[in-house]
């Protein structure tokens, strides 16, 4: 099986008596519009940034993040090597950069992996409903540049949707899965959760753990639940003033806070069911799975944990301009937003997460230390492989080692999310094995060099003064 930490390149080079096919299908990350804007304009954005800051510039992460999205997929980088034991057709994969913020393959990649454990290994075949709450612009800035009272105010909202369903059994319990969004569908900074909670409680009999679901819950119960909540919240972030000086960061945090207030804005959302509003505070509650929706439960997982940014929705204008398309319109009608190359890149820059800071959070009885958790959660079973479902009788399976917990290794998501088993061979249907990981320099460029590909990345633009753009015409 090969590696997790894998870019997934769907066809390959075949080498044969020393001749090389071609890679064919590999996703060229190196053509999409980001990485141009990326990698022309990033030494020019972090300059920006330290001369509006004294010199102190942007933090560590923020500027790795950008430098190893520029190497993810990149075969010059470092690939794996996958052969066909059968017929020995070869193709090559490029490493994967694995971060949260700006790559959009690996996002998708962490989106997916996300979505199938949950769903494996989580979440029992009960009926789940989705809280999502929203905060007002100035408890986003002050959630979005302290962690630990990002989660503190998530362990106040959790506790009042644990109390709505406790009513129906004191004894009962609760758990949820909550997703920690820093985006909204503008780029700006809107940190919001999403919480998927099982709609009802479990309890324990003498028969042992069983679910008490719960009736839908009315206007006014969402009404009530979100009052609780506003009222702790604002007990909680009201007093919070900053004690540290504000650094480049968090004025970037701030600016991207307040990028999207307009007129229109401020007023109250049109009322929909089971939703709340008060204050800039707002509480949803009207997106319901049941049980059996086990593929609907994916794709609410999947959506919790998306990625910021779509490369379908990016394109470049001939002036030199960024614009993304919106998924909905703006209340001023916008339907499309328009950057510099360097105003782009720092919209992108305040999305990116801290490190060592968990998007993903378990709580109630799916938190790891729940005694209840190993009574709830389903056993998690391997998948079988679509190819696999229609083989012909008496074809023997391959023998693959079991796949151990964590992350799923990327062959297997291709099979699960695209139906398409990359590691068998499109040749004569044998199974593809990964042969080596070359890492050293000198072997990269022998190789790449002998099939005929390029040997080194895409070069990196030097910082430079930026362009003027004329905005009138």
């Known amino acids: ?69 520029l190497d ?56 789940v409903r989705q809280w999502v709450l929203s905060l007002p612009r100035w408890a986003r800035w002050l959630l979005a540049r302290d962690a630990p009272l990002a989660s503190r105010a998530l362990a106040i909202a959790l506790r009042a949707i644990f109390a709505h369903y406790r009513r129906l059994e004191r004894k009962g319990r609760c758990g949820a899965v909550t997703f920690i969004q820093r985006f909204g569908g503008s780029l700006n900074l809107n940190l919001h959760f999403h919480c998927a909670v099982p709609d009802g409680v479990f309890v324990r009999d003498e028969a042992g753990v069983r679910f008490v679901p719960a009736r839908p819950p009315t206007d006014e119960e969402v009404h009530k639940v ?44 049109r009322p929909r069911r089971c939703s709340a509003f008060i204050e800039g505070f707002s509480l949803h509650a009207g997106v319901h799975l049941h049980a059996n929706d086990r593929e609907g439960l994916e794709h609410l997982l ?47 820059s305040m999305l990116i997460p801290p490190p060592r800071r968990h998007l993903v959070r378990f709580h109630g009885l799916f938190a790891p230390n729940s005694g209840w958790r190993k009574q709830i959660v389903p056993a998690c079973r391997t998948p079988v492989s679509p190819s696999a479902e229609h083989e012909p009788p008496g074809r023997p399976e391959p023998d693959r080692p079991p796949r151990a917990p964590g992350r799923i290794p ?18 004569c ?19 790449l060099e002998h099939l005929d590909l390029p040997s080194t990345g895409p070069p990196i633009a030097k910082a430079r003064r930026p362009p003027e753009f004329d905005f009138v015409a």
């Not at 249907?429 to 022998?446: F, H, N, P, R, S």
């Open 429 to 447: 249907g044998g199974e593809m094995k990964v042969l080596a990981l070359v890492t050293e320099q000198a072997a990269i460029k022998k190789i």
């Open 226 to 269: 979100l009052l609780r909540i506003a009222r702790k919240l604002r007990g909680l972030l009201l007093p919070k003033q900053p004690d540290d000086p504000i650094d480049a960061l968090d004025a970037g945090y701030a600016e991207s806070v307040q990028s999207m207030q307009m007129t229109g804005f401020a007023d109250p959302p």
């Open 302 to 348: 999947a959506y919790g944990a998306r990625g910021p940014i779509s490369l379908e929705r990016l394109s470049t204008l001939l002036d030199g301009r960024i614009c993304y398309r919106l998924k909905r319109p703006l209340p001023d009608g916008r339907c499309e937003l328009f950057f510099t190359p360097t105003e782009f890149l720092r919209k992108l």
């Open 1 to 69: 099986m090969a590696p997790a930490g894998l870019t997934e390149v769907r066809a390959a080079p075949a080498v044969q008596c020393g001749r090389a096919a071609g890679v064919r299908g590999r996703r060229e990350p190196e053509r999409t519009v980001l990485h141009e804007v990326v990698r022309g304009h990033l030494q020019t954005f972090l300059a920006e940034a330290r001369e509006r800051s004294e010199g102190a510039g942007l933090p560590r992460f923020v500027e790795r993040e950008f430098e190893r999205y």
């Open 410 to 427: 990327w062959a297997e998501l291709f099979r699960r999310v695209f139906r398409i088993d990359v590691l068998q061979c499109e040749r």
């Open 72 to 127: 993810c997929g990149i075969l010059a980088h470092g690939f794996a090597r996958v052969r066909c034991g059968g017929c020995k057709h070869e193709f090559l994969v490029a490493f994967s950069c694995k971060n949260r913020g700006v790559c959009p393959s690996c996002s998708a990649r962490r989106m997916h992996d996300t979505a199938a454990h949950l769903v494996d290994a989580v979440f029992p075949r009960v009926s």
